[in-house]
């Protein structure tokens, strides 16, 4: 627990840091007007519609892990793996600093007879297919932005994902090709800084490389691109509905295809629970691209909009979460299992050799 109280103290200093800088130059005069004028019953029926793709979106995110689970295991029912990732993603929402990311593979591990480095190779790759596909969707956007914005942030966001994923790509690629090779090379190189972190994070790529062979094995690998474009595209569809519908911000489709990639890559950061501070401050600045947020009456909209989202993402993860926790008393205790997978993590002694 007292680590546990640390890695919160640690997390909320950096959510309260992004919260500053979102709510800093706020017209807090303006968004009060605005609150007060809102058409709520408006604004609600754009909430449900946008509760509503959203849903899809999280229902794809929840369903694809099971295309990376099955293949190490075609016995497990696909709703036991549905279960644990709702437990997952509500501990990843709930626990600082994305401990909760263990959560998932840990419980899983402990309701079947996968090892847990087995199924924490699943969420790595699952995590490196996003962190690619959202740092390349970004560029793409950029390469056709014709707004009169600076796009400096955005650049300089892209450019920072790109330097973490990028790399990764490409030493996963060859180590795919050349493993043993690869591997003796990299921990020569690793230990000249620490022996310790080079064979975590060795174990980490030996964990994804299994995790991607089961998928190509398995033949699964066109469901899960399919699955993952379907996530994506509500996820992004989802905001635009409500941006443009219920709050009349003049954002096209292709505008928040712009805004999700630098609000994903924001929330990528360790913070505090619930991702507050870099929600707000990622959104904002994403929008900053297309629309004048110093100007204090869309700077209130744009706030307003954020945090309503930010809000209504919250309760369309954590609720079926808590639904399962409800029924299932060992899931709940979601501080226990954090604190238990990163103690059965792989450790220095299971990288391998």
Known sequence: MRRFAVYF????????????????????????????????????????????????SHWARVY?????????DESIPPMTIHRVCAVGFTAI??????????????????????SLSAVLGTTVVERVIDGLLITGLLFVTLAFYDGSHETAFAT?????SALIFVPALLVCILTFWRKEWMITNLRRIGSLVSAGITAKLLGLLDDFIE???????????GRFIGITALYWFTNI?????????????ELSLWQMTTVLPILVIGIMIPAGPGMAGNFEFFMARGIALFLAIDVAEVGAKVAVFA????????LAIIIPGFVVMWTDPEARHLIRLSSEAEEESPSAEDAPA
């Not at 945090?307 to 919250?314: E, G």
């Open 64 to 72: 694809r892990w099971s295309f990376l689970v099955r293949p190490l």
């Open 93 to 114: 929402l709930l626990l600082p600093l994305r401990l909760g990311e263990l959560v998932r593979p840990y419980l899983l591990s402990r309701r079947t007879d996968l």
């Open 307 to 314: 945090a309503t989202v930010h809000v209504l993402q919250f």
């Open 237 to 249: 569809a989802s905001m635009w509905v409500f941006a443009s519908m219920g709050f009349g911000l």
């Open 211 to 221: 995790g991607f062979r089961g998928l190509l094995k398995a033949d699964y690998l």
């Open 9 to 56: 103290i640690i997390a909320n200093i950096i959510g309260g840091f992004f919260l500053w800088l979102a709510s800093r130059s706020l017209p807090l005069d303006h968004i009060s007007a605005y609150l007060k004028g809102a058409d709520l019953g408006h604004l609600g029926l754009w909430a449900g519609v946008f509760l509503a793709i959203y849903s899809v």
């Open 156 to 160: 300089y966001t892209g450019i920072i």
